[in-house]
T-cell receptor, first 111, second 113 residues
Framework: DQQVKQNSPSLSVQEGRISILNCDYTNSMFDYFLWYKKYPAEGPTFLISISSIKDKNEDGRFTVFLNKSAKHLSLHIVPSQPGDSAVYFCAASRYGNKLVFGAGTILRVKS | DTAVSQTPKYLVTQMGNDKSIKCEQNLGHDTMYWYKQDSKKFLKIMFSYNNKELIINETVPNRFSPKSPDKAHLNLHINSLELGDSAVYFC????????????FGPGTRLLVL
């Protein structure tokens, strides 16, 4: 029962362009959403988050959008840089309890 | 000055053996976690400890036993290892009041032959 889904296993983007990573969830009780970034042979690192009371959160080149009616969130990276190449995990939580992760999307930024 | 560290990084062992993975955090956090990343790449929580007290115990075989000697350490002992236990195991920690923002260790790659 996958409550958090990242349907695109991989994404390839040219340097300087926008990267858009998508995530869907099924549990309407989730109230907090996060994106984690993972390089090979390292653990995931927190990138950006959003509460269900907001529809947008921005941090530098990274913006997360939340569409609660569609149970969908997306991560925008503008402009994309080669160092952004990594696996991006979407995660969701209910009342600050355990995180439920998606399977990840591999982002490749070509220079 | 590593924030969340795990030992060993790699572990290759035979079926039926017992092994332990250690985790330490020097962030002053009070909650620690163990996750398993399986072959399908999903990160799934196994256990969570808050101030040495078990607060999350997912449906994990009781061959897996976490132990938290203090707030900074959470070890994972696995008895009678099976082929299906092969995975990457991540330790994580979080600060008081911010459980969802978790800091992960580098992972321990376990291969059971």
């Amino acid at each position: 029962d996958q409550q958090v889904k990242q349907n695109s296993p991989s994404l390839s983007v040219q340097e300087g362009r926008i990267s858009i990573l998508n995530c869907d969830y099924t549990n309407s009780m989730f109230d907090y959403f996060l994106w984690y970034k993972k390089y090979p042979a390292e653990g995931p690192t927190f990138l950006i988050s959003i509460s269900s009371i907001k529809d947008k959160n921005e941090d530098g080149r990274f913006t997360v959008f939340l569409n609660k009616s569609a149970k969908h969130l997306s991560l925008h990276i503008v402009p994309s840089q080669p160092g952004d190449s990594a696996v991006y995990f979407c995660a969701a939580s209910r009342y600050g309890n355990k995180l439920v992760f998606g399977a990840g999307t591999i982002l490749r930024v070509k220079s | 000055d590593t924030a969340v560290s795990q030992t060993p990084k790699y572990l290759v062992t035979q079926m039926g053996n017992d092994k332990s993975i250690k985790c330490e955090q020097n962030l002053g956090h009070d909650t620690m976690y163990w996750y398993k990343q399986d072959s399908k790449k999903f990160l799934k929580i196994m256990f969570s400890y808050n101030n040495k007290e078990l607060i999350i115990n997912e449906t994990v075989p009781n061959r897996f036993s976490p132990k938290s000697p203090d707030k900074a350490h959470l070890n994972l002992h696995i008895n009678s290892l099976e082929l299906g236990d092969s995975a990457v195991y991540f330790c994580a920690s979080s600060r008081p009041g911010q459980k969802v923002t978790q800091y992960f260790g580098p992972g321990t790659r376990l291969l059971v032959l």
